[in-house]
């Protein structure tokens, strides 16, 4: 089992920034493929970026390249998401995913992932 908590959410004006972590636990997150997706108010989650289980390979929805990065930390077992350029479109709750089907690469569908953290509010004002 691996359990994810997710922090860093929070309000900031358009155009600032802000840093999401996902610290899991467990033994093996290092061999794990991670996520971050994000759902706003009245609309199904989404994915925003994933990372393959080494770091090596990345992805992006395409409203987020650019602006967001998704990187993990093994020797912390933590993920995070940089955020920048933020817009009030970016506003929804963020939630992190792991999965530990590796060699799959990175993931970037929601049933592709077993395991989800609560979720952390980033409210983007205008």
């Known amino acids: 089992q691996v359990q994810l908590v997710e922090s860093g959410g929070g309000l900031v004006q358009a155009g600032g920034s802000l840093r999401l972590s996902c610290a899991a636990s467990?033994?093996?997150?290092?061999?794990?493929?991670m996520g971050w997706f994000r759902q706003a108010a009245g609309k199904e989650r989404e994915f925003v970026a994933g990372i393959n289980w080494n770091g090596g390979s990345t992805d992006y929805a395409d409203s987020v390249k650019g602006r967001f990065t998704i990187s993990k930390d093994d020797g912390k077992n933590t993920m995070f998401l940089q955020m920048n350029s933020l817009k009030p479109e970016d506003t929804a709750v963020y939630y992190c995913?792991?999965?530990?089907?590796?060699?799959?690469?990175?993931?970037?569908?929601?049933?592709?992932?077993?395991?989800w953290g609560q979720g952390t509010q980033v409210t983007v004002s205008s």
């Open positions: 995913a792991a999965d530990s089907r590796s060699w799959l690469g990175v993931l970037s569908t929601t049933q592709e992932y077993t395991y």
């Open positions: 467990g033994r093996t997150f290092s061999t794990y493929a």
